[in-house]
């Protein structure tokens, strides 16, 4: 999965989750979903995977900074990570999806974004995106069973589980309805969990981070996509900041009544208000600077706090899971 913690603040978090990685998650019996079994089925789809992320396998680390846009922010959130007065430094992780280590680049496979805004000593948070604003399953047992169902190759049985679970095939609509974008950098990503943001007032406002490219989300015909083979997006993006910064606008779309909080399969409509929150300057790529990090999608700051949908603490969990394998060899 997406995944050493750089920060002193996320390190308590992954002791407490490491507790729990032989556990089923709160409220399901054994035999059931757990960080454990989630990553043994995404091994057995991805195949040999030693020392390597069991999922978003495929990608390249950046360097970078952030830009907050504060006036914008506040009304919000109190997050130092929107709020801060200056720019500061960030490192993360553009990505395939899937556990696949060769994932081919010029596939329409959704992509990840992972970037860590630490904008002060004592404040960190991770963004943990995702190239289709919905997620593939509604529960953590729901997703296991995906995997599985599709691991075994079963034709009838694969056809059965996508008769009574949609979210598959919308997401695999999602992505075929759209090109193969030509950089990792003017790819749209979107954050599939609902969040808390509350501002200096104590007003609450549910949302998702929402992101778009500064300048044209450029895509590939279909020719042009298969002309530029499995393995380009790492040297395109290199090129790229050479040049100059590619900067990626960050936002909060903010939910209205009847939009759901606690299911990731459900994405929101497009014309939803949305709050700016800053630019993200990725400005040097490559590298092994995100290669023992794991980024953790419930690290947040004050002014954050995580919403209620049941995959949000099972991705914290797996990803647990995944780099302390990671990290062992396995």
Same mark, same amino acid.
């Given at each position: 999965?997406?995944?050493?913690?750089?920060?002193?603040?996320?390190?308590?978090?992954?002791?407490?989750?490491?507790?729990?990685?032989?556990?089923?998650?709160?409220?399901?019996?054994?035999?059931?979903?757990?960080?454990?079994?989630? !990553?043994?089925?995404?091994?057995?789809?991805?195949?040999?995977?030693?020392?390597? =992320?069991?999922?978003?396998?495929?990608?390249?680390?950046?360097?970078?900074?952030?830009?907050?846009?504060?006036?914008?922010?506040?009304?919000?959130?109190?997050?130092?990570?929107? +709020?801060?007065?200056?720019?500061?430094?960030?490192?993360?992780?553009?990505?395939?999806?899937?556990?696949?280590?060769?994932?081919?680049?010029?596939?329409? #496979?959704?992509?990840?974004?992972?970037?860590?805004?630490?904008?002060?000593?004592?404040?960190?948070?991770?963004?943990?995106?995702?190239?289709?604003?919905?997620?593939?399953?509604?529960?953590?047992? #729901?997703?296991? #069973?995906?995997?599985?169902?599709?691991?075994?190759?079963?034709?009838?049985?694969?056809?059965?589980?996508?008769?009574?679970?949609?979210?598959?095939?919308?997401?695999?609509?999602?992505?075929?309805? =759209?090109? $193969?974008?030509?950089?990792?950098?003017?790819?749209?990503?979107?954050?599939?969990?609902?969040?808390?943001?509350?501002?200096?007032?104590?007003?609450?406002?549910?949302?998702?981070? !929402?992101?778009?490219?500064?300048?044209?989300? +450029?895509?590939?015909?279909?020719?042009?996509?298969?002309?530029?083979?499995?393995?380009?997006?790492?040297?395109?993006?290199?090129?790229?900041?050479?040049?100059?910064?590619?900067?990626?606008? !960050?936002? $909060?779309?903010?939910?209205?009544?009847?939009?759901?909080?606690?299911?990731? %399969?459900?994405?929101?409509?497009?014309?939803?208000?949305?709050?700016?929150?800053?630019?993200?300057?990725?400005?040097?790529?490559?590298? %092994?600077?995100?290669?023992? #990090?794991?980024?953790?999608?419930?690290?947040?700051?004050?002014?954050?706090?995580?919403?209620?949908?049941?995959?949000?603490?099972?991705?914290?969990?797996?990803?647990?899971?995944?780099?302390?394998?990671?990290?062992?060899?396995?």
């Amino acid at each position: 999965m997406k995944a050493m913690f750089s920060s002193p603040l996320l390190k308590p978090g992954l002791i407490a989750l490491a507790v729990t990685l032989a556990m089923p998650l709160q409220g399901q019996a054994a035999e059931t979903a757990t960080g454990a079994n989630l !990553v043994d089925a995404l091994q057995a789809l991805g195949g040999p995977s030693a020392g390597l =992320r069991k999922a978003h396998a495929h990608g390249v680390c950046f360097t970078g900074s952030f830009t907050p846009d504060s006036a914008s922010a506040a009304a919000i959130t109190k997050s130092p990570a929107y +709020t801060a007065s200056t720019s500061y430094p960030v490192s993360g992780r553009f990505s395939m999806g899937g556990p696949n280590p060769h994932a081919p680049d010029n596939a329409k #496979e959704g992509r990840g974004l992972a970037v860590r805004l630490t904008p002060n000593a004592d404040a960190s948070m991770d963004l943990v995106l995702a190239s289709t604003p919905m997620f593939a399953a509604a529960t953590p047992d #729901e997703f296991l #069973e995906l995997l599985t169902t599709v691991k075994s190759g079963d034709k009838e049985k694969i056809g059965a589980f996508m008769k009574t679970h949609d979210a598959p095939g919308r997401q695999h609509a999602w992505l075929e309805a =759209r090109p $193969v974008y030509a950089s990792f950098a003017t790819t749209p990503y979107y954050g599939i969990h609902a969040f808390r943001f509350v501002n200096a007032a104590g007003k609450i406002t549910m949302g998702k981070i !929402v992101t778009t490219p500064v300048g044209e989300a +450029t895509g590939l015909s279909d020719a042009e996509a298969k002309a530029k083979g499995g393995d380009f997006l790492a040297a395109e993006l290199a090129g790229r900041v050479a040049k100059g910064p590619a900067k990626i606008d !960050v936002a $909060v779309q903010i939910a209205e009544a009847g939009d759901s909080l606690n299911d990731p %399969t459900k994405d929101w409509p497009d014309t939803r208000k949305t709050v700016h929150l800053g630019t993200l300057n990725i400005e040097k790529a490559g590298g %092994t600077a995100c290669v023992g #990090e794991v980024f953790m999608p419930t690290a947040v700051t004050e002014g954050v706090e995580l919403g209620t949908d049941p995959i949000l603490p099972m991705r914290a969990t797996a990803y647990a899971v995944s780099y302390g394998r990671r990290l062992s060899g396995k």
